[in-house]
């Protein structure tokens, strides 16, 4: 009898030891399941802040109002963020994978404005290679179309 008391306190205790240990893996996993909503939150507002700085490059783009040193300017700010998002490495491969080819566009897109701006005033090309490029930011920035190869 005394070994059998013995044994169902050994077990209350063993059983209260193994809620406890089960109570704190949950309580981990709870915290970090919160962790990670708001790492999750906060790519999603750094996604929204990135898409109204596009939308209102593009929106410029559509008043003719920039410059191609200015717009050389946005396209790099516009890279530096989308590569500091890429750094932060909490996106699956494909979103890694499109993250990178619209820096590469972008980064196309900005040589290309450097080559233009490299030429002489009096080349006569070079006004209309200048509204080209624009109208092709502009659309890649509204629609998403890929620039054409020249």
Request: aromatic share 2%; hydrophobic share 35%.
């Amino acid at each position: 009898m005394k070994k059998l008391v013995i044994f169902l306190i050994s077990a209350i205790l063993l059983s209260g030891c193994a809620l406890a240990d089960m109570k704190a893996e949950n309580d981990r996993l709870d915290a970090r399941i919160a962790q990670k909503e708001q790492q999750l939150d906060n790519i999603e507002q750094e996604n929204i802040r990135l898409e109204k700085e596009k939308n209102k490059l593009a929106a410029k783009l559509s008043l003719n109002r920039l410059t191609l040193d200015e717009l050389n300017s946005e396209i790099g700010t516009l890279i530096h963020e989308k590569e500091r998002l890429l750094t932060q490495k909490k996106m699956n491969n494909q979103n890694v994978a499109q993250l990178q080819e619209e820096i590469n566009i972008l980064k196309g897109q900005q040589n290309q404005m450097t080559t233009l701006s490299a030429k002489p005033a009096s080349d006569p090309q070079k006004e209309k290679q200048i509204e080209q490029l624009k109208e092709e930011v502009k659309n890649y920035l509204k629609l998403g179309l890929k620039p054409q190869n020249r």
